[in-house]
Nanobody, 123 residues
Framework: QVQLGESGGGLVQPGGSLRLSCAASGRTLSMYVMVWFRQAPGKEREFVAAINWSGLIFDYADSVKGRFTISRDNAKNTVSLQMSSLKPEDTAVYYC????????????????WGQGTQVTVSS
């Protein structure tokens, strides 16, 4: 069983930056797709960014392209999300998730989930 835990959320002003991290324990994630989703109050869980097992293939939601960067360190079993130029509409609980082999933007396809970390973008 893979366990995921997010950290790094908090309150930031519009235009600011924040770095989220997700640490994994249990089975190795070296062949897993790692992904970030987010969920705002009253909204469905939304795909944010994904990175494949090699770290060479990426996918980003249009709303975050050019502002967010996903990365992973397989030796440390971690995935990070560097967020810049943050907007109030980025406010949400951010979750990391994992599945085997292939990237998908569908939340139900992911087998392992963290508990989430709150990101609030406000003046």
């Amino acid at each position: 069983q893979v366990q995921l835990g997010e950290s790094g959320g908090g309150l930031v002003q519009p235009g600011g930056s924040l770095r989220l991290s997700c640490a994994a324990s249990g089975r190795t994630l070296s062949m897993y797709v790692m992904v970030w989703f987010r969920q705002a109050p009253g909204k469905e869980r939304e795909f944010v960014a994904a990175i494949n097992w090699s770290g060479l293939i990426f996918d980003y939601a249009d709303s975050v392209k050019g502002r967010f960067t996903i990365s992973r360190d397989n030796a440390k079993n971690t995935v990070s999300l560097q967020m810049s130029s943050l907007k109030p509409e980025d406010t949400a609980v951010y979750y990391c998730a994992a599945r085997e082999l292939y990237i998908t933007t569908t939340a139900s396809a992911y087998k392992y989930w963290g508990q989430g970390t709150q990101v609030t973008v406000s003046s």
